[in-house]
């Protein structure tokens, strides 16, 4: 349904495939000539009828990736997985359509009630929504089905999290000079690494969370442990306190940034837990 352009639909905003990186006008063309002419039924079928010269392997891929094909047959995984194979089949049925032939070489067949055969595609695990959202990105610079913080939305309602937007409400909240602390979990957008005047290394982080971003000061002696996991992981719990001097973009020096991955195994370990069950149950409920 994506157009050249962003479009306004009565059900949401549709993404302009020219936004989509590796897609070119010449491409966009030949697919929208085509979907005029009928929808597409699968991604073989998207490749027998467009130029495959304009709409090369890249520009499909990046298509794929960026879930413009998820209306079709197949996960992501499987039609990037089989692409070549695909394009090499559509190729072939052009070929022979052009000599007169029939489609001897695996294309698009139909069946005795005139409905297409679809594609099949072997079994394969879909990407994990990590990678399936990093690819996204990737592809269209946008998060579009989802966003990496909602991987692990079970996590941050089990702790003690405020939003950015929270943590910015309670610094301008705060009178006096005690500093607030609190715990955030956030993407990292990036980070920039420093001299100080002593020599040593430290970072200055930008990250975001669902309601806004913010900055982290992260001093030496924190960033030399933890230097290796900013370029490693993408998504942190961060505990530490708040800048009040800063009322207009939050800013926290953490003591701690642990990756959401890592962080049963370098949190302070749990010291006491407390079960509140229904004064109804029975023990023997309990036993099992």
């Given amino acids: 349904r994506s157009e050249n352009e962003f ?30 002419k009928k929808e597409f039924y699968d991604l073989l079928d998207f ?42 089949l559509a190729n072939q049925a052009k070929e022979a359509k052009r000599t007169g032939q029939t489609a001897l070489f695996g294309g698009p067949m139909v069946s005795d009630g005139g ?21 996204e ?38 009178k006096g000079t005690t500093e607030p602390k609190v715990t955030l979990f956030c993407l990292q957008q990036s980070y920039r690494v420093i001299m100080t005047k002593k020599g040593d290394r430290m970072a200055f982080g930008q990250y975001e969370d669902m309601s806004g971003s913010c900055e982290a000061v992260i001093f030496p002696r924190l960033f030399k442990k933890i230097e290796n996991n900013l370029s490693e992981y993408t998504v ?8 009040i001097t800063s009322t207009n973009k939050l800013k926290i020096k953490p003591d701690e940034i642990v990756p959401v991955e890592l962080f049963f195994e370098e949190w302070p370990k749990i010291e006491k837990m407390a079960i509140n069950l229904p004064l109804t149950m029975e023990a023997s409920e309990i036993e099992k």
């Avoid at 010269?53 to 197949?74: H, M, Q, W």
């Avoid at 942190?236 to 800048?243: M, Q």
């Fill in 137 to 174: 990105k990737e592809a269209a610079g946008f998060y579009l089905s989802s966003h990496p913080l909602h991987c692990y939305k079970h996590l941050s309602e089990s702790l003690d999290i405020k939003t950015v937007e929270e943590a910015l409400t309670l610094v301008n909240n705060t």
């Fill in 47 to 88: 490749c027998t009828r467009v130029d495959l010269r304009a709409t090369n392997k890249r520009t499909i891929e990046s298509l794929i990736c960026a879930g413009a094909f998820d209306v079709l047959p197949g996960y992501r995984s499987q039609q990037v997985e089989e692409l070549e194979k695909i394009m090499a």
């Fill in 236 to 243: 942190f719990v961060i505990k530490g306190t708040l800048d």
């Fill in 7 to 36: 479009a306004a639909k009565p059900d949401g905003i549709l993404f302009g495939l020219k936004g989509i990186k590796n897609v070119g006008s010449s491409a966009l063309q030949s697919i929208f000539a085509e979907r005029e």
């Fill in 115 to 135: 409905i297409p055969e679809l594609y099949e595609f072997k079994s394969l695990k879909e990407w994990s929504d990590k990678i399936k959202l990093e690819k």
